[in-house]
């Protein structure tokens, strides 16, 4: 059974600082990686994958994964108050998805 | 226009009963997903469908149903209600399961 473990539960961070986010998961043949943003009372919403060992870039937000340590981080530049949100790391097996717990991230103006 | 349609937005049920939440999504999408998330625990996967086809069931009680009568819908059955399934139920879809999926509002099922 897939296992998805999230760091840190909560972050505070001020505005324009990075926000660094860890995952860690237990199968290393697991497909892709991804992180989802989820605001109160809303569903989640997809924000960036990665597959292979290395780095990924959109915008403000960079992925790490090595698979080797199972372990995946999320960053995001220039983090803004909109950005304050619960980011969940999803590890996908075929059509069955393993969620981790979150981490809920407050950008203070 | 909403892509994802859930209903009804809130449910409350009595311990015993049965209740069908209703998902019906308009990005033309081969797979969907029926997720539930309550305080007590993360985001869980329940089923996937692909294609009308059950691909993927984490369930482990058969209280659970789901029900496809068309491509674009997947309506979640619950009978024999708990508080226990007291949770916001989301749906989601998906071009496949290797893209990224779009979730729903939610269905928050309340059950007393």
């Known amino acids: 059974q897939e296992k998805v473990q999230q760091s840190p539960e909560s972050l505070i961070v001020p505005e324009g600082a990075m926000s660094s986010l860890n995952c860690t998961f237990s199968?290393?043949?697991?497909?892709s990686i991804w992180w989802y943003q989820q605001h109160p009372g809303k569903g989640p919403e997809a924000l960036i994958s990665i597959f292979s060992n290395g780095n990924k870039k959109e915008g403000r937000l960079t992925v790490y994964l090595n698979r080797a340590s199972l372990h995946v981080s999320l960053h995001i530049r220039d983090s803004q108050p909109s950005d304050s949100a619960v980011y969940l790391c999803a590890v996908t097996g075929g059509y069955k998805v393993v969620f981790g717990s979150g981490t809920r991230l407050l950008v203070s103006p | 226009d909403p892509k994802i349609i859930q209903k009804p937005k809130y449910l409350v049920a009595v311990t015993g009963s049965e209740k069908i939440l209703i998902c019906e999504q308009y990005?033309?999408?081969?797979?969907m997903y029926w997720y539930r998330q309550s305080a007590k625990k993360p985001l869980e996967f329940m089923f996937s469908?692909?294609?009308?086809?059950?691909?993927d069931n984490q369930t482990a009680s058969s209280r659970f149903q789901p029900q496809s009568s068309k491509k674009n819908h997947l309506d979640l059955q619950i009978t024999a209600l708990k508080p226990d399934d007291s949770a916001t139920y989301f749906c989601a879809s998906s071009q496949d399961y290797r893209v990224e999926q779009y979730f729903g509002p939610g269905t928050r099922l309340t059950v007393l």
């Open positions: 469908y692909s294609y009308q086809k059950l691909m």
């Open positions: 199968n290393s043949a697991s497909q």
């Open positions: 990005l033309g999408h081969n797979a």
